[in-house]
């Protein structure tokens, strides 16, 4: 009895896959396959909110042709940012899932600049006529991390180009204005010349290696103020794991402005207690996108259902939080300014966003395992904010995901954990380096 329903079962998804013919690139809809039961093979994490949460078997697909979404860190050389097209097109269910990174970075620039003109009489809080900055950067070859660092160097006039490219280095210590990645800026404001000198700045990484370390960089303002003072007028950071390291640990009892980004639900809480500001980078709508493509492509139907196009539940994201780049087979989320102005419809950052919020049926969308993981299950950005999303996201989308958080350091770390791909639909993969992808996609390759 069990295995003429295990064959009628395996007859009824080859039939489905045959039907659907197994990709779908983003052209025209194409008809979902038949619903399927069975055993599960899944693991823990999510379940599904809509019905059975039994993951339906895993079938005949072959690993390197399942569904793969890389998400915040893109396949790319972390030294000359050049996008690593072989990862990005693996299969012809392969995607990435991020953020405008330069349309934020330009942000991050225009909200520091904005608080100093608007703080122009107190910002300086030695009255030496010099505003000085610090900056701590998160992870010199990471292409989320360059463009921060560009963005803030662009907005306060310290930027030197290189080669048509504003230098992202760090430059250690600069008190004498003397370093070469960056030059002294001069803003003027109400009339008067100010000069700008980005004092310091330093890639936080700890000993062990892990990058976007927010210790180092609580240890390193301390440094700074040392041998600084009251020269530093306006700390900004990459993150706001970072950012807030630095805000708890010295400005905000001295009350100097701290900029970070990512909209994590403590650094838009601080606003209130004179965080300078941050950026979301619409983490909720990047967490349902990850999501989103996996489902998309394991129900078989066009790429842009419940994205471009409603789906059968009504979900349906607007142009102006996201947009999808076909040649780099790239979604990215847009970004958005936190500031005192607006914090508080900032204040829950894991809150599943509004228009992509209804459950699907397991119906039609019947449950399937991921596997995903996480570069650093200490990156404060990752587990406070996206991971709490995910895990929501997934039960909305019937996806029964098997979460897996890494060191921050090795690529092997995690890579040892998917010694059976087999047991899952598809991937969500966070690269620990931007270079790695090959260290992932030979294991289903
Ligand atoms: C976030 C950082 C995070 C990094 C990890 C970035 O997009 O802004 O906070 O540490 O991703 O890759």
Redesign the pocket.
Known sequence: MKKTLAAALALAMVLGLAACGGGNNGGGSQTPPPPSGGSSTSQTGGSSAGGSNVATPAGPVANKDKPLVWY??QPSNSSTGELDMEALSFNDDTYYV??DANQGAELQGQMILEYITANIDTIDRNGDGVIGYVLAI??IG?N??IARTRGVRKALDTAVEDGGAIKSDAVGINQDGKATAVKDGKLTIGGKEYTVRELASQEMKNSAGAT?DAATAGNTIGTWVSTFGDQIDVVAS????MGMAMFNAWSKENKVPTFG??ANADAVAAIGEGYGGTIS?HADVQAYLTLRVLRNALDGVDIDTGIGTADDAGNVLSDDVYKYVDSERSYYALNVAVTAANYTDFLDSTKPFGPVSAQLSTDSHPTKSVWLDI??AA????SSTYQPLLQNYDDLLNLKVEYIGGDGQTEGNITNRLGNPDQYDAFAI?MVKTDNAAAYTSLLG
Not at 238 to 241: A, L, R
């Open positions: 915040n860190r991020g953020f998160g992870d990471h989320d991390s976007w990459n993150n706001d794991g980004y990512d980078q570069y650093n990156d404060n950005f990752l966070n």
